[in-house]
């Protein structure tokens, strides 16, 4: 849900509404001191309506904005039961509610990620319970090793396997996880800023994004550190970055985080960066914040420069 734009004054507010509505734009009114702002539903539909109220903005009574129809407030039935003189004639959207409970539903890129992490981390936390339970651990250990040498950016610094064409496995570390907390902290975050993302943008913007930012900050890693690295937190900072930016300088996208996670996040970067955590991808967490943040920011250079 992207904001167009905002209105001092009703009625063209509605006549605005109306015009989007006639050209099939999903879209909706929320009245907040005293002004009326417009949110498009779909990112797919922001570019025509920024364009048309570009138009819009410089001629108002152009005809093509002026409906054959009277206008419609946004709940108006199609009998047109609501008398048009009603001091209200628009929807009170919540928007910000409607944000809350988007920001709750997990998208389906989001699960697969967190799925797909999960599976590769069962042999090692089964090996983790069996060896508790004093059981035999060997065909767990086993399949870790298999699973862990597959998905590995290389099996040595060299690179061989990339050179090889496996290309998939600049992205495929990203799903290695070496300890419980490893994989909490990251899926907790990808769930809360991945699921902002997916939301808002859609699945097929989110997963070209950390597939983007997977293989740079792997890259990143594998070129200042070696080969022996994994886990989605190159990923998470690159959302992190993201979020971050855009809800500083481009908040009508409805991107936001609080400062205590702000804090949280830069804190553990920071903190990992000094060694106090022991061997840590930092490469790939820098990598990946570096992208999130040049993606955030061009985007809302665009934006605000009206050419998105």
């Known amino acids: ?51 048309a109220f570009e ?16 206008d419609r407030k946004p709940n108006d039935s199609e009998e047109g039961e609501e008398p048009l003189f009603r001091k209200s004639r628009y929807k009170e959207h919540k928007v910000r509610d409607r944000w809350v409970a988007q920001n709750g539903r997990l998208g389906t890129v989001t699960f697969a990620l967190i799925l797909t992490a999960s599976c590769v ?17 060997e065909l767990f250990d086993s399949l870790g090793d298999k699973i862990t040498r597959g998905l590995l950016i290389s099996e040595s610094n060299d690179g061989s396997e990339l050179l090889s064409g496996q290309i998939w496995r600049v992205v495929t570390p990203i799903f290695l996880h070496f300890g419980f907390f490893h994989i909490l902290f ?43 690295f994994g886990g989605m937190s190159g990923v998470v900072y690159g959302l992190f970055g993201y979020v971050f930016i855009k809800s500083k300088v481009d908040p009508g996208d409805g991107f936001g985080i609080d ?35 040049t993606w955030g920011w061009c985007s809302a250079l665009r934006w605000n420069r009206g050419k998105r």
């Open 186 to 228: 990251n899926m907790f975050w990808l769930f809360s800023l991945g699921g902002q993302i997916e939301n808002r943008k859609g699945g097929k913007f989110f997963l070209t994004f950390v597939l983007i930012i997977a293989a740079v900050s792997n890259l990143v890693q594998f070129a200042f550190a070696g080969f022996n």
């Open 1 to 51: 849900m992207r904001k167009i734009c905002e209105f001092e004054e009703e009625k063209k507010a509605l006549r605005f509404w109306n015009y989007l509505k006639e050209n099939k734009i999903d879209s909706s009114l929320e009245n907040e001191d005293e002004s009326w702002i417009l949110w498009v539903e779909e990112e797919e539909s922001v570019d025509f309506a920024s364009s």
């Open 259 to 293: 400062q205590a996670n702000e804090l949280i996040m830069l804190g553990f970067f920071v903190v990992c960066w000094l060694g106090w955590l022991g061997n840590i991808a930092n490469w790939a967490h820098t990598g990946g914040l570096v992208v999130g943040l």
């Open 121 to 137: 981390y069962l042999p090692s936390l089964l090996s983790s319970v069996f060896t508790l339970l004093g059981l035999p651990v």
């Open 55 to 70: 138009n819009f903005d410089l001629n108002p009574d152009d005809p093509k904005f002026l409906s054959s129809t009277p």
